[in-house]
């Protein structure tokens, strides 16, 4: 799709950069129509966050420790773990739910026509501000965790877990983009969203507590071939400075194997995708 | 807009007639409905395999209680209480509301409309269609909870069981009626995915799908047994795994087919005020 572009690569990331402006004034533009939705989405994704950590305050309420994990840990785990949900919901999971659409309907023939990727185009083209409310619910959490600890991390672990940040969302971005990628070959899988929320939710433990089931069975599943393991775990650990070296990179390029994987992906299903008669 | 409306409001006086041709109608409904679940079977697998977060939670539940039981529940008593979560819940979930939410917006409810009955049978048999398969499903879940927990089954006694059977219809009820009175929100709002997403969160608590109502903190729990989400789930649960005496069954049983009565005239009433502000988008 991106054949046009016979630029520099600090045109084409000027374009893109620009593109991506416009995308997103627009997102937001759309989003703001339905203000009584705003407020009221708004103020969900706040109860939703609260009552997201009733779970974890009763098992913690009757023992100290879970999988040896205290309750300051985690919520440290918690923490990313609203984050990252606000990126996902607020970013990822909007436009490619599109996506699916798109392809039901056949006007992907749209997208596809513009002189720009397509991946990008798709990718970029709703965004859900609101879900910002989470990023300040995560940040209290971060907060008190730390505060619940008695130190705050050093530059050194907050590096760290800023990689494993950027990290987490390319890996959430991968995933859904092969979830998307499914929509191409079983059309009817509008869905999709909630079984990805529903796998993600996992997240909001550590990844220790399934050490125990079936073997570490389920514990493999959650850290390599769905990784949410990889994102909240193991930034978690980064920011406690409980992860070690090697493990870290090793993460590091199974996250970009990933995302190397879902843009072959992407190429191959955009090549089964017939249109649809309207 | 008007030819719809007046087709879905129907006088009053026909609606014992409106049963009895909805009742002629209800096999051949339900034959759509099973063919439906064939054609589209990956979004009704997808739909399915959502429901996966009790899996999670017992393997919480087993991490903590590795180290002596917590309250009433063991290790063992975990394994049925969650199996038992995902059988009810597969057996009585459905997911009307945002099935009515997508109709009402895009206007492919006016279809449902124009047909001589009632949308709510329509609905009911959609729903009700998707059983045989729900029960293809559940079953390894039911083989399960057999191999792991028969001891703690309902098995010993006939009028838990009835009371059991009874709860099952009445949380399927429940459920559904529920769901019209969310649904019916899409009527009066853009958009009604937020209430649909608080409910999801409030449910999650309340009825005992995350955590066993009995392991809550007092003044949630107080809370959870007032509201009718218990009576959705925890409910036939707790009397399939045996946690409940026939006495305690049997009072839980009549307050359930009261918020069944409860929810069932509001959701009509929210459906009937709804359909008026109905326009039929595109077509």
């Known amino acids: 799709m991106a054949r046009t572009l016979q630029q520099t690569p600090l045109g084409f990331a000027a374009r893109y950069a620009s593109l991506f402006g416009?995308?997103?004034?627009?997102?937001?533009?759309?989003?703001?129509?339905?203000?009584?939705?705003?407020l009221?989405?708004?103020v969900i994704a706040f109860l939703w966050s609260a009552l997201t950590l009733i779970p974890l305050l009763v098992v913690f309420g009757v023992r100290q420790q879970v999988a040896g994990w205290s309750f300051a840990e985690a919520l440290v785990v918690v923490a990313w773990f609203t984050l990252l949900r606000a990126v996902l919901e607020g970013a990822v999971s909007p436009s490619l739910t599109a996506v699916v659409e798109h392809v039901r309907k056949g006007t992907l023939d749209f997208v596809l026509l513009k002189p720009a990727d397509a991946q990008f185009l798709v990718s970029t083209a709703k965004f859900e501000p609101w879900r910002i409310v989470d990023v300040g619910g995560a940040l209290v959490v971060f907060v008190y965790a730390f505060h619940k600890l008695g130190h705050a991390p050093s530059i050194a672990q907050v590096a760290t877990g800023l990689v494993f940040l950027a990290l987490a969302v390319l890996i959430l971005y991968s995933i859904w983009i092969l979830v998307v990628c499914a929509a191409f070959w079983v059309v009817k899988v509008d869905n999709l969203s909630y079984l990805f929320g529903s796998m993600f939710d996992v997240g909001r433990w550590p990844i220790d507590v399934l050490r125990g089931v079936w073997r570490g069975t389920l514990l493999m599943v959650f850290t390599f071939v769905f990784p949410v393991a990889l994102m909240t775990t193991y930034p978690a650990l980064a920011l406690l400075g409980r992860l070690d070296a090697k493990t870290a990179m090793l993460a590091l390029g199974g996250g970009i194997l990933f995302a190397v994987i879902a843009r072959r992906v992407w190429r191959r299903a955009l090549g089964m995708y017939t249109s649809a008669s309207s | 807009m008007s030819a719809a409306s007046d087709a879905a409001a129907p006088a009053p006086p026909a609606a014992t007639a409106e049963f009895v041709r909805a009742m002629r109608a209800f096999p051949t409904l339900l034959r759509i409905g099973v063919a439906e679940v064939v054609a589209y079977r990956a979004e009704f697998l997808v739909w399915i395999l959502t429901t996966n977060m009790p899996l999670v939670m017992l393997a919480l539940w087993h991490a903590v209680a590795a180290d002596g039981p917590v309250g009433r529940f063991d290790q063992t008593q975990f394994t049925a209480y969650y199996l038992g979560v995902l059988v009810v819940r597969l057996a009585t979930s459905n997911w009307m509301a945002w099935q009515m939410s997508m109709e009402i917006r895009d206007g492919t409810l006016s279809t449902k409309l124009l047909r001589p009955i009632h949308p709510m049978y329509t609905y009911a048999a959609d729903h009700l269609s998707a059983i045989p398969m729900r029960i293809l499903v559940v079953s390894p879940i039911v083989v399960g909870l057999i191999v792991t927990s028969w001891g703690r089954l309902v098995r010993h006694d006939p009028k838990l069981l009835l009371i059991l059977m009874?709860?099952?219809v009445g949380a399927w009820?429940?459920?559904y009626f529920s769901?019209?009175?969310?649904?019916?929100?899409?009527f009066f709002v853009d958009s009604a995915m937020g209430p649909f997403e608080l409910w999801i969160g409030v449910h999650a608590i309340f009825s005992g799908y995350l955590i066993p109502l009995e392991v809550l903190p007092g003044w949630v729990r107080g809370a959870a047994n007032v509201l009718?989400?218990?009576?959705?789930?925890?409910?036939p649960v707790e009397a399939l795994v045996g946690l409940l005496s026939p006495e305690q069954a049997l009072r839980q049983l009549g307050a359930q087919w009261l918020y069944v009565i409860v929810t069932g005239w509001l959701a009509l009433r929210a459906w009937r005020a709804g359909i008026r502000r109905y326009a039929a988008f595109g077509g």
């Open chain 1, 22 to 38: 416009v995308q997103l004034r627009m997102a937001t533009l759309a989003a703001m129509q339905y203000r009584v939705d705003f």
């Open chain 1, 40 to 42: 009221v989405r708004g």
């Open chain 2, 166 to 168: 009874a709860s099952l």
């Open chain 2, 173 to 175: 009820l429940l459920v």
């Open chain 2, 179 to 186: 769901m019209v009175l969310l649904g019916s929100l899409a």
């Open chain 2, 228 to 235: 009718p989400f218990r009576f959705m789930l925890a409910f």
